[in-house]
T-cell receptor
Framework: KQEVTQIPAALSVPEGENLVLNCSFTDSAIYNLQWFRQDPGKGLTSLLL?????REQTSGRLNASLDKSSGRSTLYIAASQPGDSATYLC???????????FGTGTRLQVTL | EAQVTQNPRYLITVTGKKLTVTCSQN?????MSWYRQDPGLGLRQIYYSMNVEVTDKGDVPEGYKVSRKEKRNFPLILESPSPNQTSLYFCASSPRGGRGNEQFFGPGTRLTVL
């Protein structure tokens, strides 16, 4: 059974810092790994999707990496801004049910 | 605009009163799914549908029903809601089930069962 863990559960950084969010998964037989952003009271916004055959994906200030052999993914946020404050979720896509197994998220606060 | 919509967004109800949460997507996606999100437990899959008239149980299907009569709609039915079904519910869709497809989520429905 796939299990996804995100560390840390919460993180506070000053504006302008570069930061890394961590995601680990137990079953390396994934189709892909997807990173989401969730704002309070809002839905999930897909940030990046890394296919199992890829090592990384980039979108603007965001860069996600994937190491299937070690069961790890990281989300790198460059030059953080207060608008980046949100909860970040990673989800491993496995199985014929196309199920996404989610971590419990990292709550990020970027302070002025 | 391509999107997944859910209605209602907020609902407070009482134990035992049947309710339906609707989900609709306008992207002609074959695959649709329902998740619930609870503090400390993350999001867990309730039911999914690979295509019209094809539905199957996820990890936490007890107390829920679904139907997929049309490609665009995938309603979640609670025949006799109970307080332990108080949660935040998300509908998701993707072009088709299987590897490689990005999933898109609706805005969520916050349900409280008293």
């Amino acid at each position: 059974k796939q299990e996804v863990t995100q560390i840390p559960a919460a993180l506070s950084v000053p504006e302008g810092e570069n930061l890394v969010l961590n995601c680990s998964f137990t079953d390396s037989a994934i189709y892909n790994l997807q990173w989401f952003r969730q704002d309070p009271g809002k839905g999930l916004t897909s940030l990046l999707l890394i296919q199992s055959s890829q090592r990384e994906q980039t979108s603007g200030r965001l860069n996600a990496s994937l190491d299937k052999s070690s069961g790890r993914s990281t989300l790198y946020i460059a030059a953080s801004q207060p608008g980046d404050s949100a909860t970040y979720l990673c989800a491993a896509h496995t199985g014929t049910a196309s199920k996404l197994t989610f971590g419990t998220g990292t709550r990020l606060q970027v302070t002025l | 605009e391509a999107q997944v919509t859910q209605n209602p967004r907020y609902l407070i109800t009482v134990t035992g009163k049947k309710l339906t949460v609707t989900c609709s997507q306008n992207m002609n996606h074959e695959y649709m799914s329902w998740y619930r999100q609870d503090p400390g437990l993350g999001l867990r899959q309730i039911y999914y549908s690979m295509n019209v008239e094809v539905t199957d149980k996820g990890d936490v299907p007890e107390g829920y029903k679904v139907s997929r009569k049309e490609k665009r709609n995938f309603p979640l039915i609670l025949e006799s809601p109970s307080p332990n079904q108080t949660s935040l519910y998300f509908c998701a869709s993707s072009p088709r089930g299987g590897r490689g497809n990005e999933q898109f989520f609706g805005p969520g429905t916050r349900l409280t069962v008293l």
